[in-house]
C-alpha cells in the first residue's frame, strides 16, 4: 500500500477525512497497520471487519484532546484523586476490534485496562465506537463531539449514557463542556482549577 498519500502534507487541512474498508480480514488489517508504523498523522480503527483510516488529525481536534486533559486532570489533582495517564495507546481484541483512543486513565491504581478512554469526533466515520471498548470491559467511554459531551458507562455488558461520571459524580459535564470551548486553553484550566479549589473550600468549611 502507498502510504504516501495519506502523510502530513505541506498545507495541513482544517477537517480530517475518514477512508472506509469493509471486508478486511484481520491478517490484512495487521498488514496494513505495520505499514503505517511511525506515521503519527493517520489513525487505524478497526471492527469487525470495517477499517476506518483517519488523516490528518486536525488542529481543532487535537486541541479539544488537550484542553479535555488538562482540565480533567486539574479536577483530579485538586480532589486529591490518584490518577495514571495511559495516553492513546492501541487496545485490541484479537479478530475483532482495534483502536487507539485520543486519551485514557486509571483512576485510584495502575491497571493494564483504562477506566476512562476519551474518544474527540471531529468528522464521524461508519464505526460505533462504543463497540470497539466492550471486549476489555473498559467502564467508561467519554464522547466529546459538536461541542457536547457526553459519558457512557459499562453496565450489564452494554454501554448506557449517564449524567455524570461514576468516577466523578460531583464533576457536572456541561461545567467542562464550557470550559473546553474558552477561547484561552491556559485561562481555562486556570479559571476551572480556581472554581474546583472554591467549591471544595466551601464544602469543607
Not at 476506518?52 to 484523586?81: D, F, N
Not at 487507539?100 to 461508519?126: F, H, N, R
Amino acid at each position: 500500500m502507498n502510504t504516501q498519500l495519506l502523510e502530513k502534507p505541506a498545507s495541513q487541512p482544517k477537517e480530517e477525512s475518514i477512508i472506509a474498508l469493509s471486508g478486511i480480514t484481520w491478517d490484512r488489517f495487521k498488514f496494513i497497520q505495520a505499514s503505517f508504523d511511525g506515521i503519527n498523522s493517520v489513525k487505524l480503527t478497526y471492527l469487525a471487519g470495517v477499517l476506518e483510516i483517519m488523516s490528518p488529525l486536525s488542529r481543532k481536534h487535537e486541541r479539544v484532546k488537550s484542553t479535555l486533559s488538562l482540565l480533567l486532570e486539574a479536577y483530579m489533582r485538586t480532589k486529591g484523586i490518584r490518577f495514571y495517564v495511559l495516553g492513546g495507546f492501541t487496545i485490541e481484541e484479537t479478530e475483532y476490534s482495534s483502536a487507539q483512543p485520543d486519551e485514557s486513565y486509571c483512576i485510584d491504581t495502575d491497571k493494564e485496562i483504562p477506566d476512562i478512554v476519551i474518544e474527540v469526533i471531529i468528522t464521524s466515520g461508519t464505526i460505533n465506537k462504543r463497540e470497539l471498548y466492550k471486549p476489555k470491559g473498559i467502564p467508561e467511554i467519554w464522547f466529546w463531539k459538536s461541542n457536547q459531551l457526553r459519558v457512557f458507562h459499562l453496565k450489564d455488558g452494554e454501554y448506557q449514557e449517564v449524567a455524570r461520571s461514576e468516577f466523578f459524580p460531583d464533576l457536572e459535564l456541561d461545567l467542562l463542556r464550557r470550559y473546553i470551548a474558552h477561547p484561552d486553553q491556559y485561562d481555562a484550566v486556570q479559571e476551572f482549577e480556581a472554581l474546583i479549589q472554591s467549591d471544595s473550600i466551601s464544602q469543607n468549611s
